[in-house]
């Protein structure tokens, strides 16, 4: 599991949020085989004229130069993608990974530690389910010439974008996942809140794997991958040992324990029901933008810019149907 969150450094979050929102719409303009995909939050789903307005007007008291907004990149591997299809099916799938990014937001809402900052429902935050991802400039496959900027990537590649407002749902408490200072004292940080960004990546993989019941093993974890990264000699070094006791314990496991667990929770998410009528005002290709994201990437790509990409104008277009050839009577 890839989450990662933008600052203000690194994206053109200090304006409208127009020109993002316009941007994770490209899929309902560019792929007509599917049914469009809603905005949605925590308790609906939303219409993309909703959620520019929103995100704009809830910034009572930031400067300028402040940071309007921040986007939170939630991203599956494709192992897990094909675990949750596997479990519910195509569109199951789709709902259950709405439903756990609501789950994911109220993690982001508690690592605060601020009073009145609780779950997602203090949050002014819209999620945004895409199918797909695209080669940027910065990939290696474009730069060899293997692949063209704006061609979609293969494999198992949903994820989910969600565009978060600098302030909380009264438009009062200013916060930011980009302070992680604890401050003097525990009353000095709990004035000013702090943002502990390691916690929140283990804790969205927490809650998948308890959530789905997905066995994870140690080296496809977050603290595994920021020890090799960022830990001394013994903590990786005590992370293997960890890693060789697991693998050791599992191989002696009867076969029938080291089944995937299947979950039996078939209730219906709550982002079914209120569903609005739907219609795609914005039929004629106006000037998308680069890509912003890339999985292996912690940036956005420079700001919004107004070249258009390619690859976002050609639908695609369904498989044809192979012709059945007469047999033999046998």
């Known amino acids: 599991m890839y989450i990662n969150i933008t600052d203000s450094e690194t ?3 200090k304006s409208s949020s127009g020109g993002l929102v316009h941007y994770l719409d ?3 303009r560019t792929d007509l085989t599917q049914q469009p995909e ?3 939050n925590h308790e609906r789903n939303i219409l993309s004229d909703e959620v520019r307005p929103a995100i704009d007007n809830n910034i009572a008291k930031l400067s300028k130069g402040d940071a309007k907004f921040f986007l939170v990149n939630i991203s599956p591997s494709q192992k897990e993608i094909a675990y949750l299809k596997e479990q519910y099916g195509e569109a199951g799938a789709k ?4 439903a756990y990014a609501a789950s994911v937001m109220d993690e982001y809402a508690k690592n605060f530690k601020r009073p009145g900052i609780e779950s997602g429902k203090d949050l002014l ?4 389910l895409e199918n797909y991802r695209y080669y940027s400039h910065k990939d290696p496959e474009v730069k060899q010439g293997l692949k063209k900027r704006g061609e979609s990537k293969d494999g198992e590649q949903m994820h989910i974008q969600v565009i978060v407002s600098r302030k909380d749902i009264t438009n009062k408490i200013k916060i930011s996942p980009m302070n992680n200072s604890k401050g003097r004292n525990t009353e000095h940080s709990r004035k000013m809140g702090q943002f502990d960004r390691s916690a929140f990546k283990s804790s969205g993989e927490r809650i998948f ?3 789905f019941g997905f066995e994870r093993g140690l080296t496809e974890t977050f603290r595994y991958a920021n020890a090799q ?14 890693n060789q006791h697991r693998e050791s314990t599992k191989r002696s496991r009867p076969a029938a324990q080291q089944q995937n667990r299947k979950t039996t929770d078939k209730r219906p998410s709550l982002l079914e029901k209120d569903k609005p009528s739907f219609s795609l005002l914005e039929k004629e290709a106006k000037n998308d933008l680069p890509d912003l994201l890339s999985q292996a990437s912690d940036k956005l790509l420079h700001s919004l810019l107004d070249t258009p990409l390619k690859g976002d104008g050609a ?10 050839r007469k047999g033999m009577g046998l």
């Open 11 to 13: 994206a053109d979050n």
């Open 26 to 28: 490209k899929e309902n």
């Open 38 to 40: 809603y905005w949605f």
């Open 95 to 98: 709902e259950q990974l709405k």
């Open 125 to 128: 935050w819209f999620g945004k």
């Open 209 to 211: 794997d308890e959530k």
């Open 229 to 242: 990264k960022n830990g001394g000699l013994d903590e990786r070094i005590a992370l293997q040992k960890e």
């Open 315 to 324: 639908p695609l277009l369904p498989r044809k149907k192979e012709k059945k």
